[in-house]
C-alpha cells in the first residue's frame, strides 16, 4: 500500500520557520519526482517546489522555501523560511513518475501573528 505522510504544519508567526516532511513507504522511492504543492481557501493548487531534476521552486517562495531529499530515509523535506501570510494553506506532496501519480493527505500551515 502506497502513502505519503505529511508532517510538521502548524501555526507560526509571520517571518517564522517550518519544516515539513513527507515520508513515502510502498513505493520505490528513489525513481519518483517529489514535488510540493499548496492550496489556499478558495485559491486552485499550486506547485511550490519540485525536486524533479534540479530542485526548483516558484517564483513566490524562491529565496525563502528550499525542497531536499533523502532517498535512504525515503523522505523529502521543505525547508520554509521568512513565512508570510500568504503562505497560509495547506501544504501537500505528490510522487510521480510517468503516469503514476499518488497524493498525500496535507499538513496546514498557518501564518498569522
Known amino acids: 500500500q502506497v502513502q505519503l505522510v505529511e508532517s510538521g504544519g502548524g501555526l507560526v508567526q509571520p517571518g517564522g520557520s517550518l519544516r515539513l516532511s513527507c515520508a513515502a513507504s510502498?513505493?520505490?522511492?528513489?525513481?519518483?519526482?517529489i514535488d510540493w504543492y499548496r492550496q489556499a481557501p478558495g485559491k486552485q493548487r499550486e506547485l511550490v517546489a519540485t525536486s524533479g531534476g534540479s530542485t526548483n521552486s516558484a517564483d513566490s517562495v524562491k529565496g525563502r522555501f528550499t525542497i531536499s531529499r533523502d532517498n535512504a530515509k525515503n523522505t523529502v523535506y521543505l525547508q520554509m523560511n521568512g513565512l508570510k501570510p500568504e503562505d497560509t494553506a495547506v501544504y501537500f506532496c505528490n510522487a510521480h513518475v510517468g503516469v503514476t501519480n499518488y497524493w498525500g493527505q496535507g499538513t496546514q500551515v498557518t501564518v498569522s501573528s
Open positions: 510502498g513505493i520505490f522511492f528513489s525513481i519518483y519526482v
